[in-house]
């Protein structure tokens, strides 16, 4: 019991203060966020590109994602085989991902192999060929992605909600794409979405791990700072929502489920740390008060450029539950006795704890703090801000924060499948 005890003390014991961010910008505007950790001998470099779903139609829906695929087929100067076996060649760990308003890419090394893996990174984001012979392969990959998650009631679920909540923006649609858009898009598209959205002024790096910020900032603006920007326009949508009330029927759910919504501040505000917070301690109290009805109910937060939101989900057995739970969420809201000195004092000692621990894996706190920096948040340990005064004003600004209630209906209880 003591050596298990130790293992767990150990990480607290190493990062006994809270990690800091510091700021850079590139020769070409390339902004950068450094958060050191010397504890752990490597470094990853998450790359933030700005450009997802929200730059699509539905004609080109699913591109962005598709695109990501298509960046590691190969660049002006290496293979497809060779991109992979540079990689390999310094023990990297590679892997992107894409979302609603970004495209994000990690690379994970050794300090001593650091320079090297960024190289090859930047190499990949900024000089990739798009091979016409690779396109077809990728959208076959995607295509089946898509199949695969229609087999699941949460496409469904999330369909629904989305064209409620989004209506008349490219946020109705989903990131994957549709089996026709994908199917449809031809390289020539792709090429020029590629060139006109990764640019300078569309991207973010942040750095994390055991680095030397001068040499850092040396080799990012070698391999990166050259890249001349493109001079991108900038979209952004308005979420308008009109009604607060929507039912929505959706034959192929098995169950019903109430979205609750409050369109809250954005990540760039300087209250998101007290958004954070707030969702944080609501979602204790709520889960408290509603268990009985759904044991695995949840309040999260979503964000980008466009909007900060913060989401209530629960299942409900049938229409007058859903009135019910509709009716304590907005008790509770107007009433924010939860907003508490020591729920804060627990609520910020549990967000350092899980700072820190994602920080053990560099790459991993990349991943989860992507939708942030896309969405303009640059102060990345923002939950050391958060005191019992300003969370008191903010539950305030909640009760007139805009809401809007989604009960989506499924298959009703005496049908048979």
Not at 134 to 152: A, L, N, P, Q
Request: glycine fraction near 4%; charged fraction near 30%.
């Amino acid at each position: 019991m003591k050596y298990l005890l130790a293992f767990f003390v150990f990480p607290i014991m190493l990062f006994a203060s809270t990690p800091r961010c510091e700021y850079a910008a590139l020769n070409n505007g390339i902004k950068v966020i450094l958060v050191k950790v010397s504890e752990n001998p490597v470094i990853s470099s998450t790359v933030v590109v700005k450009v997802g779903l929200k730059h699509e139609t539905d004609k080109i829906n699913g591109i962005s994602h598709l695109l990501e695929h298509l960046m590691f087929n190969g660049t002006e100067k290496r293979t497809q085989r060779q991109l992979y076996d540079d990689f390999d060649a310094i023990g990297c760990y590679n892997n992107a991902s894409t979302s609603d308003h970004y495209t994000a890419y990690y690379v994970l090394t050794s300090k001593e192999n650091f320079e090297k893996g960024i190289e090859i990174q930047s190499d990949m984001l900024f000089h990739s060929i798009i091979p016409e012979n690779k396109i077809e392969k990728e959208k076959g990959i995607v295509i089946e992605e898509i199949r695969k998650d229609k087999m699941s009631p949460m496409f469904y679920e999330n369909m629904a909600f989305r064209k409620s909540l989004f209506k008349g923006t490219p946020y109705q649609m989903k990131v994957i794409g549709t089996e026709e858009s994908v199917k449809s898009l031809k390289r020539e598209t792709i090429w020029n979405f590629y060139k006109k959205y990764y640019s300078p002024e569309n991207v973010v790096i942040l750095i994390a791990g055991d680095f030397d910020k001068n040499r850092v900032l040396s080799y990012l603006n070698s391999y990166f700072g050259t890249v001349k920007p493109a001079n991108i326009e900038k979209k952004n949508w308005k979420i308008k929502w009109g009604k607060e009330f929507e039912k929505v029927n959706e034959p192929h759910l098995p169950y019903n489920v109430l979205y609750f919504v409050i369109k809250g501040v954005k990540a760039d505000s300087s209250e998101f740390a007290f958004q954070e917070c707030y969702a944080e301690l609501f979602n204790s109290t709520l889960s408290k008060a509603l268990m009985d009805i759904d044991p695995q109910m949840s309040v999260s937060t979503e964000y980008t450029d466009d909007y900060g939101l913060i989401v209530v989900r629960v299942k409900v057995k049938d229409e007058n539950v859903m009135k019910k739970v509709r009716e304590k969420i907005v008790s509770v809201i107007d009433n924010p006795d939860f907003i508490k000195e020591e729920k804060i004092k627990e609520y910020k000692v549990s967000k350092k704890a899980d700072t820190i621990f994602s920080l053990e894996r560099p790459h991993f706190f990349g991943m989860l703090q992507a939708p942030f920096i896309a969405a303009g948040c640059t102060d990345l340990i923002y939950f050391d801000r958060v005191d019992l005064k300003s969370m008191k004003v903010f539950g305030e600004k909640v009760k007139k924060f805009e809401k809007k209630a989604v009960y989506i209906e499924g298959k009703k209880n005496d049908e048979k499948n």
